[in-house]
């Protein structure tokens, strides 16, 4: 699989009810667990004081991952995702 960078900005649509906002966010922490378990979410981190996501997260490709990983994600209909591949550098100490 490759690795992603996605920075995720979720905007709910004015109007929209309390109620399915948390059932959403409720759901939203369900699939991330799953995503997390099957290898597709690595790591994710939230910049202080704000509201927008960085993860890195893996795919067979990016059409794989917007469709099949973050389209899975309960809240995606109010996400704007920005999604970087990465490739392997020579001087990564994490490399194997």
Same mark, same amino acid.
């Given at each position: 699989?490759?690795?992603? #960078? %996605? ?7 004015? =109007?929209?009810?309390? /109620?399915? %906002? ?9 699939? /991330? *667990?799953? $995503? /997390?378990?099957? =290898?597709? $979410? ?5 910049? %202080?004081?704000? *509201? ?6 893996? /795919? ?8 099949? #990983?973050? =389209?899975? $994600?309960? $809240? ?6 920005? #999604? %970087? ?8 100490? =994490?490399?194997?």
């Amino acid at each position: 699989m490759r690795e992603f #960078v %996605v920075t995720i900005t979720t905007t709910i649509p004015d =109007g929209t009810d309390p /109620a399915e %906002v948390d059932r959403r966010r409720a759901a939203e922490h369900e699939r /991330a *667990k799953e $995503l /997390a378990a099957t =290898g597709h $979410l690595y790591r994710i981190w939230r910049p %202080v004081g704000e *509201k927008r996501s960085i993860g890195i997260w893996l /795919a067979d490709n990016e059409q794989d991952l917007r469709e099949n #990983v973050l =389209g899975t $994600l309960p $809240l995606w209909p109010w996400m704007t995702a920005e #999604v %970087v591949e990465l490739e392997p550098h020579p001087n990564d100490p =994490g490399r194997s």
